[in-house]
Structure formats: C-alpha cells, structure tokens
C-alpha cells in the first residue's frame, strides 16, 4: 500500500503560481500511474493532471492545459503540480492519487486507489 502526503498549497493572487508537492511512502511511485484532483466546495471531484508510470505522457483538460505540469521526481519519489497563472476558479482542495491498473493514465475518480488527505490552494481576484 502507498501512503500520499501533499503540500505546497495556500493563498495566492491571480495571475500567481505555486508547486505543489506529493510525496510517498511505501511504495515506489513509478509503480503507478498518478494523477491529481480537486474539489472545491459544493462540486465534485474534478480532473486535473495526469502522469504515466515512465513520465513520458502527460494529459490535462482544457481548462488547466497551458497552465499546469504534472512531473515525476523519482529521486525523491514525489510528484509535482507546477500552477501557473492561476485563476480563482483554480480555487479547491487538491489531492494527489495513485493507480495500479494497467493502463497508462485514468482521468476518473473511480481508477485510482489511493489518496493523499489534500492541499488547499486559494486563489484571490
């Protein structure tokens, strides 16, 4: 089992960035496909970045693509959610996951097994 713990979220202006962080324990994080979500308050689970195992693809919608990267840190097996020009529509808790399925990547909430307990970033106008 893998155990995720995020950080690096906070207030920032519009038009700011910041990094998030997601690091493991127990399990090396190349074993699985991660990915990042987030929810603000009264909406559900929202997809926002994944990664493939050897960090050579990565997938966004729209409405982050251009803004955010998701990367691979295997050093330190961490992932990262560099945000950039954040909007406050960016505003939620964000959680970090892990999938062991076979596929390359999933953008459901139902694919990944495991969740960090989530980092709150606000975005101020």
């Known amino acids: 089992q893998v155990q995720l713990v995020e950080s690096g979220g906070g207030l920032v202006q519009a038009g700011g960035s910041l990094r998030l962080s997601c690091a493991a324990s127990?399990?090396?994080?190349?074993?699985?496909?991660m990915g990042w979500f987030r929810q603000a308050p009264g909406q559900e689970r929202e997809f926002v970045a994944a990664i493939t195992r050897t960090g050579g693809r990565t997938y966004y919608p729209d409405s982050v693509k251009g803004r955010f990267t998701i990367s691979r840190d295997r050093a330190q097996n961490t992932i990262h959610l560099q945000m950039n020009n954040l909007k406050p529509e960016d505003t939620a808790v964000y959680y970090c996951n892990a999938a062991s399925g076979s596929g390359s990547y999933y953008y459901t909430v139902r694919e990944y097994e495991y969740w960090g307990q989530g980092t709150q970033v606000t975005v101020s106008s």
């Open positions: 127990g399990r090396t994080l190349s074993n699985y496909a």
